[in-house]
Every structure is written in structure tokens, then in C-alpha cells.
């Protein structure tokens, strides 16, 4: 596709239900982050692949959070056990991996906690 | 760690002139990026520079000051859809993977009539 997409666009899930957010990265980037941003903030960032290698996973809050991203294309965000806490946007980003290598951002996924 | 404060928020009319400053404290230093922000959209690039000077791209510039750590981003003949959150970003090389950006909180911008 033309952009970074993500699906789905806006998330209202239970306390204690388990999530995953879905991210299809702009084709032959190879570089793929997870963000999260809560309102009025700027994006955290949460992990980062390189291909289908999961290469930094320090910025996952708990051990609930896993990502995936298993033929180095389409990677899924998953949350286990939701809390209120995880209420927030959860943005994609990809990129090349040469040359000042800018990041393009999904429109994200807005997660509601309740 | 990493430190970027920008302010949170700034208005200005129609037609002026903006500047949006950046500070930023980090470990090391591999480029610092501008991006524009709309409610509930992605994130778009806006400019990026990794040596000091400005940079021009249309009614954007963007300037760096390595050893002061600086940043600012110039809006110019602002329109009233400039109106949205810019945020300022760091690459960091000695930060996990070398490759995230470190944003900060976003500066929301309200162009006036």
C-alpha cells in the first residue's frame, strides 16, 4: 500500500481482555516500530523490528505487551489482560534502513480501556 | 537518559511568522527530526537535519545547534491548517536499538484569523 495502515482504527475492550492491533508497514521498509501515545503527549516508544527479528524490546511497560512480526511484513501488537492504564494510541511506524531513514507513521489504533 | 522539552503550546495569526524551539539532553546524538501532528492522525515528517545550519523547505525551516543542544522549527505565512501539535524527535545511537526516536511532548500550535 501507499501508507503505513493500521487496523482497527479504535479498540474499546474490557478490563482483563486480551487485545492485538494489527500493523501492515509500507512495502520493502524493513525497519517497523510500535509507539504509544497517550493524549496530549508525544509517541513512546514501545519496540522495534528489523526484518522479522525482534532487535529492542526495551520500551514494553510489562511483561502483558508482546509484538510480532514473523515474516518480516505485517506485525501484530498484542496486549494480554488489558488494565486502564493501557487506554492510549498505539501508533506504527516504518522506514528504510538507510540514508536519514525518516519513519512513516500509521493513523494508529485508539485503545479504550473500560 | 534523554531529555527534549519543547513548549506546550503556542498561538500565533494567520499569516505571521512562528518558531517552535527544542532543547534536547541525550546520550548521543544521530539527527533530530520535526514532525506535524493533526488531532487524531499519524504523525507526519516535516524535516530532519544531523549538522548544524538551516534548512529550507518551503514555508518550513528547520535550524540545529549541535553544541547547544537546539533546535527550532520556523513556520512562516502560517495558514489555518497549520493549526495542529508539532513534535520534535532525537535519534539517539547509544539508545537500545540506535534507531527509535525520542519525541517530545508535542507543541500545539493554534493559528488564529
Known amino acids: 500500500g501507499a501508507g503505513v495502515s493500521q487496523s482497527p482504527r479504535y479498540k474499546v475492550a474490557k478490563r482483563g481482555q486480551d487485545v492485538a492491533l494489527r500493523c501492515d508497514p509500507i512495502?520493502?521498509?524493513?525497519?517497523l516500530f510500535w509507539y504509544q501515545q497517550a493524549l496530549g503527549q508525544g509517541p513512546e516508544f514501545l519496540t522495534y523490528f528489523q526484518n522479522e527479528a525482534q532487535l529492542d524490546k526495551s520500551g514494553l511497560p510489562s511483561d502483558r505487551f508482546f509484538a510480532e512480526r514473523p515474516e518480516g511484513s505485517v506485525s501484530t501488537l498484542k496486549i494480554q489482560r488489558t488494565q486502564q492504564e493501557d487506554s492510549a494510541v498505539y501508533l506504527c511506524?516504518?522506514?528504510?534502513?538507510?540514508?536519514?531513514?525518516?519513519?512513516?507513521f500509521g493513523q494508529g489504533t485508539r485503545l479504550t480501556v473500560v | 537518559g534523554q531529555n527534549i522539552d519543547q513548549p506546550t503550546e503556542m498561538t500565533a495569526t494567520e499569516g505571521a511568522i512562528v518558531q517552535i524551539n527544542c532543547t534536547y539532553q541525550?546520550?548521543?546524538?544521530?539527527?533530530l527530526f520535526w514532525y506535524q501532528q493533526h488531532a487524531g492522525e499519524a504523525p507526519t515528517f516535516l524535516s530532519y537535519n544531523v549538522l548544524d545550519g538551516l534548512e529550507e523547505k518551503g514555508r518550513f525551516s528547520s535550524f540545529l545547534s549541535r553544541s547547544k543542544g537546539y533546535s527550532y522549527l520556523l513556520l512562516k505565512e502560517l495558514q489555518m491548517k497549520d493549526s495542529a501539535s508539532y513534535l520534535c524527535?532525537?535519534?539517539?545511537?547509544?539508545?537500545?536499538?540506535?534507531?527509535?526516536?525520542?519525541f517530545g511532548s508535542g507543541t500545539q500550535l493554534t493559528v488564529l484569523p
Open positions: 511506524a516504518s522506514s528504510l534502513d538507510r540514508g536519514k531513514t525518516e519513519a512513516f
Open positions: 541525550t546520550s548521543g546524538f544521530n539527527g
Open positions: 512495502s520493502g521498509h524493513v525497519s
Open positions: 524527535a532525537v535519534r539517539d545511537p547509544s539508545s537500545g536499538s540506535a534507531r527509535q526516536l525520542t
